[in-house]
């Protein structure tokens, strides 16, 4: 708690025993296992869009200087919190993450704090799916984002004049580099804020 990592392992209860990242992880790697080999045939149709969408990236990260949880007095159960936990990781569209809460607010009533916070970050996470960064940070009035490493020639080449460009219209917006990584840097003041520009930046790379 504290470091305001989206859908970090530090819960109490058995998603602590290994961090719920990790557990995750494992997860993927063996349901990707499976799709490659023995079900190969089944996912034809999502390799093709996972083609077509190559600049996504799945394992963006959040950060938002904030506590980004469900607590446990707000959803007092392991397996239910652990449940939620798990379709937040899985949510890839806006109306899905509404659906989520919807069930939420009906389930358990208003949301905290921190919940509000938490799904703040997967709703940032979402908007950022396909811009291909690699990181988000949004704290202290201030967005940065990460970009892929100059290895990523694709992205690069396709990508980086579009961001550019839209990014020069901002007041403020730059670039920076730091050692061997590049990144975007805009103050912004608000959460809504934040989520209008990097909406906007993204319908501006898919165009």
């Known amino acids: 708690r504290g470091a305001g990592n989206l859908l970090g392992g530090e819960q109490r209860g058995f998603i602590a025993e290994m961090g719920f990242e990790l557990y995750q992880k494992i997860l993927d790697e063996a349901v990707n296992e499976l799709r490659n080999e023995e079900f190969s045939t089944l996912f034809t149709d999502e390799k093709q869009t996972t083609h077509r969408r190559k600049f996504t990236n799945e394992d963006v990260a959040v950060e938002i200087g904030a506590d980004a949880l469900l607590p446990t007095n707000y959803v007092s159960s392991d397996t239910e919190r652990f449940e939620f936990y798990k379709r937040l990781y899985n949510v890839r569209s806006e109306m899905e993450l509404n659906n989520i809460i919807s069930e939420l607010r009906d389930r358990y009533g208003r949301l905290p704090d921190e919940a ?26 201030l967005l940065i984002a990460e970009l892929p490493p100059e290895s990523n020639t694709l992205y690069y080449e396709h990508l980086f004049i579009p961001l550019t460009t839209f990014v020069s219209t901002f007041p403020a917006g730059r670039f920076v580099q730091k050692k061997d990584k590049v990144f975007m840097e805009a103050p912004i003041s608000t959460r809504e804020q934040c989520l209008d520009f990097l909406q906007k930046l993204a319908r501006n790379l898919q165009e």
């Open 116 to 141: 509000e916070s938490l799904l703040f970050a997967v709703r940032l996470r979402v908007v950022a799916l396909e811009t291909g960064f690699v990181r988000i940070i949004f704290k202290n009035k």
